[in-house]
Nanobody, 123 residues
Framework: VQLQASGGGLVQAGGSLRLSCAAS????????MGWFRQAPGKEREFVAT????????YYGDSVKGRFTISRDNAKNTAYLQMNSLKPEDTAVYYC?????????????????WGQGTQVTVSS
């Protein structure tokens, strides 16, 4: 399994970005997906997760109401729509595939990781 994250960039505060995570393999729809982020000098932080079917989602408190996770199983792709971006959202964003179908905010539940995409929000 390979995960390819894309869509990061530089945006002004209040702006929006949409991240994509394209997965290889035929079992994408069997597993939950998640997005995490890591800022310089900080630990990797949970952002959002979505169940295998897309019917259940969960968000970290810092992004709730601003970010939306979704997936298209026909395209083997997960997305993270980020609105009302703040400078504190600046980080490298990673997509990951869970070991299970149920959503999870636990980093250890994820066994495949993308390479990360940089998001920088200027004030």
């Amino acid at each position: 399994v390979q995960l390819q994250a894309s869509g990061g960039g530089l945006v002004q505060a209040g702006g929006s970005l949409r991240l994509s995570c394209a997965a290889s393999g035929r079992t994408f729809s069997d597993y939950a997906m998640g997005w995490f982020r890591q800022a310089p000098g900080k630990e990797r932080e949970f952002v959002a997760t979505i169940s295998w079917s897309g019917g259940s989602t969960y968000y970290g408190d810092s992004v709730k109401g601003r970010f939306t996770i979704s997936r298209d199983n026909a395209k083997n792709t997960a997305y993270l729509q980020m609105n009302s971006l703040k400078p504190e959202d600046t980080a490298v964003y990673y997509c990951a595939r869970s070991r299970h179908g149920a959503r999870s905010y636990v980093l250890g539940e994820y066994d495949y990781w993308g390479q990360g995409t940089q998001v920088t929000v200027s004030s």
